[in-house]
């Protein structure tokens, strides 16, 4: 099973992804993972893409590309797995549609979460993160044990500049011009699958669990 999730920052992908990756077996691979990965790791493709991200630019599609391709080969993913934040752009997605098909595999779903503007920048200002170790927290929807403790590591959270509202907005405008012309890409490719965001997050992975008839 071979998934890729859809929808604009703060739509809950990431969450839905680990659920979904935890249920089926599956890794959820995330491009900014596969970056931190290869450059620990000091692989070739880490350090070409270390280079552009220590410039402050974007790494190029075809790298990050190449990255992902390189993942999705190894052992763990033989029977699928989730790709949350890769495709972004068009370009992106034809060139993981190349890459696959010369290896003779193909995406199964694309999932797409929808949720209105003013709800995601509702939602990822109650948001809070660990610096530390990464994990993420919701004051509405998912508290930690102990507010303002990360339950995994005992660090202090934080509210990230990037759930800020200001911030929020204006990645939303980059989704709208670059990454939602996805939906209707994967839509004449057949495999789109939209899905309301608003509703509970049970009652998503629900809803997803239930299309692909598991």
Do not use: W
Not at 42 to 48: A, D, F, I, P, R
Not at 129 to 140: E, P, Q, R, S, V
């Amino acid at each position: 099973m071979k998934l890729i999730m859809l929808g604009a920052p703060g739509a809950g992908k990431g969450s839905q992804a680990k659920v979904l990756s935890d249920k089926y077996g599956i890794p959820h691979i995330s491009t900014g993972d596969i970056f931190r990965a290869n450059i620990k790791e000091g692989t070739e493709l880490g350090k070409k893409a270390k280079k552009y991200m220590d410039q402050g630019l974007l790494v190029p599609d075809e790298l990050v590309c190449d990255l992902v391709v390189d993942r999705i080969k190894q052992s763990d993913c033989a029977n699928g797995f989730i790709l949350d934040g890769f495709p972004r752009t068009i370009p992106q997605a034809e060139s993981l549609d190349a890459a696959l098909d010369q290896i003779d595999e193909a995406m199964d779903f694309a999932i797409d979460l929808e949720v209105a503007d003013e709800v995601i920048v509702d939602r990822m200002g109650g948001r809070r993160a660990c610096l530390k170790c990464g994990a993420t927290y919701h004051l509405i929807n998912m508290k930690p044990q102990k507010d303002g403790i990360c339950d995994r590591c005992g660090e202090a959270l934080v509210l990230r500049d990037d759930d800020k509202p200001e911030t929020v907005k204006k990645r939303l405008t980059v989704y709208h011009d670059q990454t939602k012309p996805l939906i209707e890409y994967y839509r004449k490719k057949g495999i789109l699958k939209e899905f309301d965001g608003t509703k509970l997050p049970q009652e998503v992975t629900n809803d997803i669990i239930r299309m692909l008839g598991e």
